[in-house]
C-alpha cells in the first residue's frame, strides 16, 4: 500500500479507500459486526488507512460498527463521512445542504463514531435549493470549531464546485479537497468536466462503484456452460440491473485481460482507475476474501497495451464543446497550423 496527498492539501489517504456501506444488515443486505469486523482488519492489515461512511448508511450502523473499530487507535485512521440525505422520514429539515442539517448531522456522527472531531466532511448531493454560499461559510465554521479538519463534495456538477470553490478562495474559506464521483470502465462520463475541473483545482478524486455494480466482474456475461435455468436467472438480472450490450462487451474484455494474466477481472478493473491520473478506488464487500481479492489488485499494474485496448472498449463521445473543441477544423483555425509547434503542459 502507497499513499497519496489528497488534493490540494498535505493530509495523507491509502491508495485504496475502504468504503462501508455494507457495514450492517439494517436495509437488508450487507454484513454483521463480526464480518465487518474481519473486512476492517484486512484492510487495516494491508496498510489502508482511508475510512468511507455516511450519516445514512445501514440507518447509522455504518458510523457505529466504524466507531467501534477505530477506537484503539483513532489517530491511524482518516475517518471521512457524509451529511446531506435525509435521515428523518421526510422530516423537512432533517436532509439538505443547509447548515441546519450539516450542523444536525455532524454533532451525530460524531456521537455514533465516538469520536471528536471528523477527518473529511463530504457534502454528499446536491439539493439545488442552499446557496452556495451558505454551504461554503458553514463549512468552515466546523473547520475553525475543529470539530472537521477538511471538506469535500460527492455527487455534484461540476459548475457548482468551481463555484464554490472560487467563493472560499477569495473569501479565505476552507475548500474542497476531494471530489467523490461514480466513475469506472462502465461509467466514463465525468471525463467530459469533472475530472478535467478536479485536475484544474488540483482536487483528490475518489471513485465509488469501481466495478460498475458488478459488471465488471463478468458475472452477468453469459457463460457457455450454464444451464437453460442458470441463463434465464441471468437475464433477469441484467434487466434488474439495466445492463447494456455495452457494459457486456467491456466486462468481456476485462475477463479476457485478467485471463491473460492470471488474475481476477475486479483487479483489473480497478487498476485501470488506479492507473488514471491517480484516482482513488472505494472498495467495499459484504465478505473479507472479496476485499482480500481486491485488495491484492496492489500486486501489479497493466501495461500501455492493456490500459489502450480498455480505453478503446470503453470510450465515450465526450459531447459539445469538448469534441468540437478537439476537431481538427477549430484546431485549424485557432491556430492556423501552428499547434504542433506548441509545447502545451496544461493538454
Same mark, same amino acid.
Given at each position: 500500500?502507497?499513499?497519496?496527498?489528497?488534493?490540494?492539501?498535505?493530509?495523507?489517504?491509502?491508495?485504496?479507500?475502504?468504503?462501508?456501506?455494507?457495514?450492517?444488515? /439494517?436495509?437488508?443486505?450487507?454484513?454483521?459486526?463480526?464480518?465487518?469486523?474481519?473486512?476492517?482488519?484486512?484492510?487495516?492489515?494491508?496498510?489502508?488507512?482511508?475510512?468511507?461512511?455516511?450519516?445514512? +448508511?445501514? @440507518?447509522?450502523?455504518?458510523?457505529?460498527?466504524?466507531?467501534?473499530?477505530?477506537?484503539? /487507535?483513532?489517530?491511524?485512521?482518516?475517518?471521512? #463521512?457524509?451529511?446531506?440525505?435525509? #435521515?428523518?422520514?421526510?422530516?423537512?429539515?432533517?436532509?439538505?445542504?443547509?447548515?441546519? @442539517?450539516?450542523?444536525?448531522?455532524?454533532?451525530?456522527?460524531?456521537?455514533?463514531?465516538?469520536?471528536?472531531?471528523?477527518?473529511?466532511?463530504?457534502?454528499?448531493?446536491? /439539493?439545488?435549493?442552499?446557496?452556495?454560499?451558505?454551504?461554503?461559510?458553514?463549512?468552515?465554521?466546523?473547520?475553525?470549531?475543529?470539530?472537521?479538519?477538511?471538506?469535500?463534495?460527492?455527487?455534484?456538477?461540476?459548475?457548482?464546485?468551481?463555484?464554490?470553490? =472560487?467563493?472560499?478562495?477569495?473569501?479565505?474559506?476552507?475548500?474542497?479537497?476531494?471530489?467523490?464521483?461514480? +466513475?469506472?470502465?462502465?461509467?466514463? =462520463?465525468?471525463?467530459?468536466?469533472?475530472?478535467?475541473?478536479?485536475?484544474?483545482?488540483?482536487?483528490?478524486?475518489?471513485?465509488?462503484?469501481?466495478?460498475?455494480?458488478?459488471?465488471?466482474?463478468?458475472? +452477468?456475461?453469459? @457463460?457457455?456452460?450454464?444451464?437453460?435455468?442458470?441463463?434465464?436467472?441471468?437475464?433477469?438480472?441484467?434487466?434488474?440491473?439495466?445492463?447494456? /450490450?455495452?457494459?457486456?462487451?467491456?466486462?468481456?474484455?476485462?475477463?479476457?485481460?485478467?485471463?491473460?494474466?492470471?488474475?481476477?477481472?475486479?483487479?483489473?478493473?480497478?487498476?485501470?482507475?488506479?492507473?488514471?491520473?491517480?484516482?482513488?478506488?472505494?472498495?467495499?464487500?459484504?465478505?473479507?476474501?472479496?476485499?482480500?481479492?481486491?485488495?491484492?489488485?496492489?500486486?501489479?499494474?497493466?501495461?500501455?497495451?492493456?490500459?489502450?485496448?480498455?480505453?478503446?472498449?470503453?470510450?465515450?463521445?465526450?459531447?459539445?464543446?469538448?469534441?468540437?473543441?478537439?476537431?481538427?477544423?477549430?484546431?485549424?483555425?485557432?491556430?492556423?497550423?501552428?499547434?504542433?509547434?506548441?509545447?502545451?503542459?496544461?493538454?
Amino acid at each position: 500500500m502507497r499513499y497519496k496527498l489528497l488534493g490540494k492539501s498535505g493530509l495523507r489517504v491509502s491508495e485504496l479507500c475502504l468504503g462501508t456501506m455494507t457495514f450492517g444488515e /439494517d436495509w437488508g443486505w450487507g454484513s454483521d459486526y463480526e464480518e465487518s469486523r474481519k473486512v476492517f482488519d484486512a484492510f487495516a492489515q494491508a496498510g489502508g488507512n482511508f475510512i468511507d461512511t455516511a450519516n445514512l +448508511y445501514t @440507518n447509522g450502523t455504518s458510523e457505529k460498527y466504524l466507531g467501534d473499530f477505530i477506537a484503539a /487507535d483513532r489517530a491511524k485512521w482518516v475517518v471521512a #463521512t457524509k451529511y446531506s440525505l435525509n #435521515t428523518g422520514n421526510g422530516e423537512v429539515n432533517a436532509g439538505g445542504n443547509h447548515r441546519k @442539517n450539516m450542523v444536525q448531522a455532524v454533532e451525530a456522527s460524531l456521537k455514533r463514531l465516538q469520536v471528536d472531531y471528523i477527518d473529511l466532511l463530504w457534502l454528499h448531493a446536491w /439539493d439545488f435549493t442552499t446557496p452556495v454560499e451558505e454551504v461554503m461559510r458553514s463549512f468552515d465554521d466546523l473547520v475553525r470549531a475543529g470539530k472537521v479538519l477538511y471538506i469535500g463534495i460527492s455527487d455534484t456538477p461540476a459548475w457548482i464546485i468551481s463555484q464554490a470553490n =472560487t467563493i472560499a478562495s477569495l473569501r479565505g474559506w476552507t475548500s474542497f479537497i476531494g471530489l467523490q464521483i461514480e +466513475y469506472s470502465l462502465r461509467e466514463r =462520463t465525468p471525463e467530459r468536466d469533472l475530472l478535467p475541473m478536479a485536475s484544474a483545482l488540483e482536487i483528490g478524486v475518489t471513485a465509488w462503484s469501481p466495478l460498475g455494480g458488478g459488471v465488471l466482474t463478468g458475472k +452477468y456475461n453469459k @457463460n457457455p456452460q450454464e444451464t437453460a435455468a442458470s441463463e434465464s436467472k441471468r437475464l433477469e438480472s441484467l434487466e434488474g440491473m439495466k445492463v447494456s /450490450d455495452r457494459d457486456l462487451t467491456i466486462a468481456e474484455e476485462v475477463v479476457k485481460i485478467a485471463a491473460e494474466i492470471g488474475r481476477a477481472p475486479s483487479q483489473v478493473a480497478l487498476n485501470w482507475l488506479r492507473q488514471k491520473g491517480g484516482i482513488i478506488p472505494i472498495i467495499g464487500s459484504r465478505k473479507v476474501k472479496q476485499v482480500e481479492e481486491n485488495i491484492a489488485c496492489l500486486e501489479f499494474e497493466l501495461t500501455p497495451e492493456q490500459m489502450q485496448r480498455l480505453d478503446e472498449v470503453s470510450a465515450i463521445f465526450l459531447g459539445f464543446p469538448h469534441d468540437f473543441l478537439k476537431s481538427s477544423m477549430v484546431q485549424d483555425f485557432a491556430f492556423g497550423g501552428s499547434l504542433k509547434l506548441i509545447d502545451n503542459p496544461r493538454k
